[in-house]
């Protein structure tokens, strides 16, 4: 059975700073998503990791997926109020499933 | 249509009482998710329609639970005999060829069982 675990789980940090969400999951894949979710709404697609080493950006948010080490990190780069949401990443068991992580809530604040 | 449209955005039901979430997947996507999110929680995969194969109904938590899709377009979820447990955010998501691409979510049908 494929689990997806996410850390942390929740996240404050301050404007300006740096971090990194973990996700790691338990089987081979190499197709892993990012999706954010803002309070009340539904999930919205960030990234899209389809191979080993792949590297995605966008603002001020980094996605790099490690196949062989089984882990996928989002990376944010002098955070901003506006990041603030939860944070989900998901994994194809390369039979077009898609399990969901735990969620990582982050908090931005000045 | 323009995205994955979910109706009723909202429903409260009485305990026992039976309720169909509909979803309208963007038009062509072949792959159909349906997600149960409770307050707080992260996704729970239900079940996953994917063109004319078979659905894989591996996460429908009980025979409570049945969702059918017509072709490649409309799914309903339907849950029998409502339980308080069942209160929870239904999201439907869909895809143009499965995971292989990323899935669209709708804004997800609230369900308060009373």
């Known amino acids: 059975e494929l689990k997806v675990e996410q850390n942390p789980l929740f996240l404050s940090m301050q404007e300006g700073k740096n971090y990194t969400i973990y996700c790691n999951y338990s089987?081979?894949?190499?197709?892993l998503y990012w999706y954010r979710q803002d309070p009340g709404k539904s999930l919205e697609s960030l990234f899209v990791?389809?191979?080993?080493?792949a590297v995605k950006q966008e603002g001020r948010l980094m996605a790099s997926l490690d196949t062989k080490a089984r882990l996928s990190t989002l990376h944010i780069t002098a955070a901003v109020h506006d990041l603030s949401a939860t944070y989900f990443c998901?994994?194809?068991?390369?039979?077009?499933?898609?399990?969901f992580g735990t969620g990582t809530r982050l908090q931005v604040f000045p | 249509g323009a995205g994955v449209s979910q109706s009723p955005s909202n429903k409260v039901t009485e305990k026992g009482k039976d309720v169909e979430l509909r979803c309208d997947p963007i038009?062509?996507?072949?792959?159909l998710y349906w997600y149960r999110q409770r307050l707080g929680q992260g996704l729970e995969f239900l079940i996953y329609?994917?063109?004319?194969?078979?659905?894989?109904k591996s996460g429908l938590p009980s025979d409570r639970f049945s969702a059918e899709r017509t072709g490649e377009s409309v799914s309903t979820l339907t849950i029998q005999r409502t339980q308080q447990e069942d209160s929870a955010v239904y999201l439907c998501?869909?895809?143009?060829?499965?995971?292989?691409?990323?899935?669209?979510f709708g804004q997800g049908t609230r369900l308060t069982v009373v």
């Open positions: 089987t081979t894949s190499d197709r």
């Open positions: 998901a994994v194809d068991m390369n039979t077009d499933k898609l399990i």
């Open positions: 329609f994917q063109g004319n194969s078979a659905p894989d």
């Open positions: 038009s062509g996507h072949t792959a």
């Open positions: 998501a869909s895809s143009l060829h499965g995971a292989i691409t990323e899935a669209f």
């Open positions: 990791l389809l191979s080993n080493g």
